[in-house]
């Protein structure tokens, strides 16, 4: 299974992105797929995750309302919209994809995922 993220780029306060994560070698709806990110200096940590049984989404308390996670099972990609984004996003965006069947707490653990995808840089400037 690869994962091949991209959408990244360089934005202003206030402004919107939509990064996107190809999955190819099995159905994206075989995985719990997340969008982690991680700032200079910091852990790396979830900011959305959706599970592979009836799609069911969850996000991190300071994105919720301006980032929302979808798939597409048609496409084989999960994506993330990003809106009023905040100089405190910036980070590297990764997506993750796990072959287990996750409990809502351990869709934040990273260890519990299996591949990941390169990376793309979000930065979002004041």
């Known amino acids: 299974v690869q994962l091949q993220a991209s959408g990244g780029g360089l934005v202003q306060d206030g402004n919107s992105l939509r990064l996107s994560c190809v999955v190819s070698?099995?159905?994206?709806?075989?995985?719990?797929m997340g969008w982690f990110r991680q700032a200079p200096g910091k852990e790396r940590e979830l900011v959305a995750a959706?599970?592979?049984?009836?799609?069911?989404?969850y996000a991190r308390d300071i994105v919720k309302g301006r980032f929302t996670i979808s798939r597409d099972n048609a496409r084989n990609t999960v994506a993330l919209q990003m809106s009023s984004l905040e100089p405190e996003d910036t980070a590297v965006y990764y997506c993750?994809?796990?072959?287990?069947?996750?409990?809502?707490?351990?869709?934040?653990?990273?260890?519990?995922?299996?591949?990941w995808g390169q990376g793309t840089l979000v930065t979002v400037s004041s």
């Open positions: 993750a994809a796990s072959g287990r069947r996750l409990i809502t707490s351990s869709l934040f653990d990273a260890t519990q995922y299996d591949y």
């Open positions: 070698g099995r159905p994206v709806s075989s995985y719990a």
């Open positions: 959706i599970k592979q049984v009836g799609g069911t989404s």
